[in-house]
């Protein structure tokens, strides 16, 4: 397991560097690799919205003159993130910004790439705007559907003063639970309920559609466990999906297969309203009690 921490502020070793580094220190205990990225290093400039990643659809920015496939990479390549970032006028620096615009933009080109994976905050503030800098890395985390383990504010202005805050630092150090969270959401079964709405015209082509994919599901997805297509008896253009896979892991895979990209890119124009998505575990039955759909 790997957790990626980039740092938005552009003093290296200062208040942010020190908060990461208490995190790391409790993960790496745990045997858990650590990377932290400081973004002032590299070049990362904001987003110039050419909506390339949107045509393309290739999971890369289409700028490549800086640092910002690289981070895409490295989010990509890791189960938790940390996002630290001091705080400029009430919130984030424009490196952070950067990143998140530049990161979070291609991932939603290419459904939400960064999905399921868990994430922290952390900010250094000398008085005020702690809680708006935090608010706004939780924003990106969300807008990706990062579950948030938790996040830290410890205050000092020089370097190395937020080591005073000790409230703080605790703050930083109890992040390290995003491991636990990562692994429990790794492991555990995953299940999906969806409603769908087609369009009347579309019936009877969505519906071929979406049992291709169920069928497609089942029979080439070692670990996609149950795809049942259930309509509704008073309105026949509402369906019910009720799927579950033995791990998020296996749901991700599902979402990369040719089955399921072909069922998304035909069917997409052919509903009245996106899909409501219910995501979650299995309360009852326990996991070791499922069977595979055959
Ligand atoms: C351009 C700039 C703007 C800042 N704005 C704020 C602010 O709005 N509120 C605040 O409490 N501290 C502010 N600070 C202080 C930093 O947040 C504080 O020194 C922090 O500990 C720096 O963290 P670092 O060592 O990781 O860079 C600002 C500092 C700079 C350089």
Same mark, same amino acid.
């Not at 496939?69 to 390549?77: D, S, V």
């Not at 409603?195 to 070692?222: M, W």
């Not at 369906?239 to 791990?247: C, M, N, T, V």
């Given at each position: 397991?790997?957790?990626?921490? %980039? ?20 993960l ?7 990377e932290i990225v400081?973004? @002032? /290093? ?12 949107? !045509?393309?659809?290739? +999971? ?11 981070y895409i990479?490295?989010?990509?390549? /890791? $189960? ?8 400029? %006028? ?10 998140i =615009? ?21 900010? /250094?503030v000398?008085?005020?705007g702690?809680? #708006? ?8 985390l ?6 948030i ?15 005073? *805050? ?5 703050f930083?150090? @109890?992040?390290?639970?995003? =491991?636990?969270q @990562?692994e +429990?959401?790794m492991?555990e ?16 082509e ?5 049992l291709?994919?169920? +069928?497609? @599901?089942?029979?080439? !997805?070692?670990?996609c ?5 259930? $309509?509704?008896?008073t ?14 892991? /296996? ?7 040719? #089955?399921?990209?072909? %069922? ?19 309360? %009852?039955?326990? *996991?070791?009690?499922?069977?595979? $759909?055959?």
């Amino acid at each position: 397991m790997k957790v990626v921490a %980039f740092n938005g502020s552009p003093r290296k070793d200062g208040n942010t560097t020190i908060l990461i580094n208490k995190v790391f220190q409790e993960l790496e205990r745990e045997g858990i690799e650590t990377e932290i990225v400081q973004l @002032s /290093a590299k070049q990362i400039h904001g987003c110039i919205a050419c909506y390339k990643c949107f !045509e393309k659809k290739d +999971r890369r920015c289409a700028v490549k003159n800086d640092a910002a496939n690289e981070y895409i990479e490295k989010i990509l390549g /890791a $189960q938790g993130i940390i996002l630290g970032s001091p705080v400029y %006028f009430i919130d984030i620096t424009p490196e952070m910004k950067a990143l998140i =615009d530049r990161t979070g933009f291609v991932s939603l080109a290419n459904g939400r790439m960064f999905k399921n994976k868990v994430g922290g905050t952390v900010a /250094a503030v000398r008085r005020t705007g702690g809680v #708006h800098t935090i608010d706004s890395m939780n924003h990106f985390l969300l807008s990706q559907e990062i579950f948030i383990a938790g996040r830290a504010i410890a205050f000092g202005m020089d370097k190395g003063e937020v080591e005073k *805050d000790e409230e703080g630092i605790q703050f930083a150090k @109890s992040l390290e639970g995003c =491991d636990d969270q @990562s692994e +429990r959401r790794m492991t555990e079964m995953y299940a999906l309920v969806v409603t769908i709405h087609i369009k009347p015209e579309h019936r009877e082509e969505y519906i071929k559609a979406i049992l291709d994919d169920a +069928r497609g @599901s089942v029979k080439n !997805e070692d670990n996609c466990l149950l795809f049942n297509v259930i $309509q509704d008896e008073t309105d026949p253009n509402c369906l019910y999906l009720y799927e579950a896979y033995r791990d998020v892991k /296996a749901f991700e895979y599902h979402t990369q297969t040719p #089955h399921f990209i072909h %069922f998304f890119n035909t069917t997409k124009d052919w509903v009245t309203q996106p899909m409501a998505i219910g995501k979650g575990t299995h309360l %009852f039955p326990l *996991d070791d009690r499922w069977k595979k $759909q055959v």
